[in-house]
């Protein structure tokens, strides 16, 4: 086989797949796992090989997702009882707090569990909601007070939010409804480049607040530092129906436009190749955590990683095996990602990107075609139309809509979309050298905005430019 | 003179023309109050509905809205000779605070 690791990466998604749906014995899996591994160890010269391989890959799969399953005897979910009186709770905060309808919303990792019956030492995650802005901060000790709550039903376009937060390890709702019952405890805890990042994005916030007003400064906001909470509805709307709410969310293409930006400023430095590659590499893992490290950031990071490495060692990175590397490097983290919308959008947009574009290419003849101009529409058509052939299905099934104007939008909004992060960036970078120039830079990008909303208002006007379906 | 390189060259130039661009909207802006107006005014509103016009298809896509609550909306805009400020929705039976809060974004007068 020429490239084994996508192959691979798929056997263990499948491994996945059955342990969420079918029940095994973890102990009898171990042996089986045992057994295959030391066939495998006899057959290591024979052609048999691969098959033991293929086995034991499908039982790592299931083995990993089964021991995410199990929870530890002292896991929040296995010691309350939600219908209990109001529990006390000491821990500390696992996520930039964000504010939204007059709440203050965050994770947060529990130590301590409390109330009339029990008082002990616990773990797990808990999304918090604090009525009101409160000045928080990643990593600040807190005890609260509160009722836990089981996640409800979150709307009609996301199928259940219990799954959306079990994605992410959570499994209660608790709500504080009064200041008193929040005791800020001075020590910090949490990773220190966390802490870095999202200080550095608070500060990046700032700066963009200052020089934006709505709705530019929501959607940079969105683009640039992945707060997409606090996009207004009506546009989030627009652009689902449209299908470019995707340059809303920090994904392959940002993290791909920020390492060009990267490359091109450390080549500006004047600094040799190696060094810039090897600076890059940090430069864009702190970008991720900038983001949250959501899935599709992940992704891409982990595939920009693997590609500037290759370029490092000179040899030729092959797509096929830095996707399946990402993937694995998600799925081992956490094998529940699998399930998640953002993880299935993101890897089929890719691939569809990677496989499906020069197979169409080909039959269309487009590279024979002697028309330049005319060679790069249909080019950046037919990406539009790959990566729309291959995520409508997911959309449709998800979100219940299927948008025929998406090639179209893509084909405009994408140019747009790319000219606003840089524009975006450069007026960050000016902040810091020329402040003076700040307004300029930030009249040009409100009226970039007006644009790119002003497409999609005018697209979904179109004739059979969206269809709810059910 | 400039020892640039083909590609800083590419960057000095976007700078410029973008430095250019903002610099020709706030000319703009200043020049002319009634195009300071229009601009927020459109910046604020594009992507929005108008209340006295949306039809019914449109308002049932609002997510909130259902069909009984788009034809209490429509009924509303006949009987009282259209919408004076978005703040009438709270008039309607069926839109509480908290659904008020969440379509009155969808809209705009103008």
Same mark, same amino acid.
């Given at each position: ?15 996945? %797949?059955f ?67 109001p ?8 996520s ?11 994770? %947060? ?79 910090k ?61 920090v ?39 900038i ?12 595939m920009?990683v ?38 299935q ?49 997911? =959309?449709?099934?998800?979100?219940? =809509? ?29 902040n %810091?050298? %020329? ?23 005018f ?12 | ?45 594009l ?55 969440? =379509? ?7």
């Amino acid at each position: 086989m020429k490239r084994p690791l996508p192959f691979l990466t798929l056997i263990f998604c499948l491994g996945i %797949f059955f342990a969420f749906r079918i029940k095994f014995n973890l102990t009898l899996l171990y042996f089986l796992f045992i057994i295959f591994f030391i066939l495998s160890l006899f057959t290591l010269k024979k052609s048999f090989f691969d098959f033991f391989l293929f086995v034991l890959i499908f039982c790592l799969g299931i083995i990993l997702s089964k021991n995410t399953q199990i929870l530890p005897t002292n896991h929040i979910s296995k010691i309350i009882s939600y219908k209990d009186e109001p529990y006390i709770i000491k821990g500390s905060v696992a996520s930039q707090p964000e504010f939204k309808n007059n709440l203050t919303r965050f994770i %947060f990792n529990v130590k301590e569990l409390e109330n009339k019956a029990i008082n002990q030492s616990t773990s797990g995650r808990l999304l918090v909601y604090l009525k009101g802005k409160k000045e928080l901060a990643y990593g600040q000790v807190l005890i609260l007070k509160g009722r836990l709550f089981r996640p409800f039903i979150f709307n009609r376009i996301n199928n259940r939010y219990s799954t959306y937060l079990s994605c992410r390890g959570i499994d209660f709702i608790l709500r504080v409804k009064n200041d008193l019952d929040i005791l800020r405890l001075g020590k910090k805890e949490g990773s220190l480049i966390i802490s870095f990042a999202l200080n550095l994005k608070n500060k990046i916030k700032r700066l963009i607040s200052y020089n934006l007003s709505f709705p530019a400064l929501n959607i940079l906001e969105a683009m640039l530092l992945g707060e997409r909470k606090s996009i207004p509805s009506f546009i989030n709307d627009l652009m689902i129906k449209t299908a470019t709410v995707h340059i809303l969310v920090v994904s392959g293409f940002h993290v791909g436009l920020v390492t060009f930006i990267i490359i091109l400023f450390l080549k500006m430095l004047r600094f040799n190749k190696w060094f810039n590659i090897c600076l890059s590499i940090p430069c864009l893992i702190l970008y991720c955590l900038i983001t949250g490290s959501s899935n599709p950031t992940l992704r891409a990071t982990v595939m920009a990683v693997v590609f500037l490495f290759g370029y490092l060692l000179k040899r030729e990175p092959d797509i096929y095996n830095s996707l399946s590397i990402a993937c694995l490097f998600i799925l081992i983290g956490n094998p529940r990602q699998l399930f998640d919308i953002g993880f299935q959008l993101s890897f089929a947009s890719v691939i569809s990107l990677v496989y499906l574009y020069p197979k169409i290419k080909a039959i269309l003849h487009i590279d024979n075609l002697k028309i330049k101009f005319l060679k790069i529409i249909l080019k950046s058509l037919l990406v539009s139309f790959s990566a729309w052939l291959g995520t409508s299905g997911l =959309i449709a099934y998800y979100f219940k =809509i299927f948008s025929p104007v998406a090639v179209l939008a893509n084909l405009l909004v994408i140019p747009l979309a790319s000219l606003i992060i840089f524009c975006g960036f450069s007026l960050i970078g000016i902040n %810091f050298v %020329f402040p003076i120039l700040s307004p300029l830079f930030a009249a040009s990008l409100e009226f970039l905005v007006f644009l790119l909303i002003g497409i999609n208002t005018f697209l979904l006007k179109l004739p059979y430019a969206y269809f709810r379906l059910g | 003179m400039f020892d640039f390189t083909y590609q800083e060259r590419k960057v000095i130039l976007f700078l410029i023309i973008v430095a250019l661009f903002g610099s020709l909207i706030n000319f703009l802006n200043k020049y002319s109050s009634k195009t300071e107006k229009n601009l927020s005014y459109l910046y604020q509103n594009l992507g929005k509905l108008n209340l006295n016009t949306v039809d019914e298809e449109t308002l049932i896509d609002i997510p909130g809205i259902g069909k009984i609550l788009a034809n209490r909306i429509i009924e509303y805009r006949h009987k009282n000779f259209y919408f004076k400020s978005i703040e009438e929705l709270k008039n309607i039976k069926g839109i509480t605070r908290l659904r008020y809060e969440k =379509i009155k974004d969808y809209f705009y007068l103008p």
